[in-house]
């Protein structure tokens, strides 16, 4: 799309108006390609010049306050579940804290409910095993 000469019109490279614009220069072009930005082509050096109306003018119009609130409530909303799974993690960390902590009485509650065999219920002076004094856990992985 050729811009018309006016004199409130101002020529830019890509570059100048990428960085005027406040965008990339793969922004500006596809611009170009979409023909959604006012552009002129110099035919004798092969380039291509950015015609802006002010220095007002940004390619967002005036939907920016929009994108600021937005962005702002979806920044806020992720901060928000952010602040959520870390109370949830440290939950999981003071649950994990408490049940390990309870390892050695559970084990020590297996030591001395150990299961008899019928050789020690006729003789109760009988010593319990080697066997069956280790812990549940220790009689299960070692076999």
């Known amino acids: 799309m050729n ?13 100048e ?18 023909e959604s930005i006012s ?18 003018e940004r390619l967002d119009g ?4 929009i994108q600021h609130s937005r962005e702002r409530e979806l920044i806020d909303t992720l901060q928000e579940q952010l602040r959520l799974e870390r109370e949830a993690s440290a939950e999981l960390r003071r649950i994990i804290a408490g049940l390990t902590q309870r390892i050695p009485a559970i084990e020590a509650g297996d030591e001395r409910e150990s299961p ?6 006729s003789s109760d002076t009988q010593q319990p095993q080697e066997e ?6 220790r009689r299960l992985l070692q076999g």
């Open 39 to 56: 552009y002129e082509k110099d035919h004798d050096t092969g380039r291509v010049y950015i015609i802006l109306n002010g220095p007002e």
């Open 62 to 65: 005036n939907n920016t306050e």
């Open 3 to 15: 811009a018309d000469e006016s004199g409130s019109n101002q020529r830019f490279t890509v570059k």
């Open 17 to 34: 108006a990428a960085k005027r614009l406040n965008t990339t220069e793969a922004a500006i072009r596809q611009r170009i390609q979409r």
């Open 116 to 121: 008899r065999t019928p050789s020690e219920y």
């Open 132 to 137: 069956e004094r280790r812990s549940w856990w």
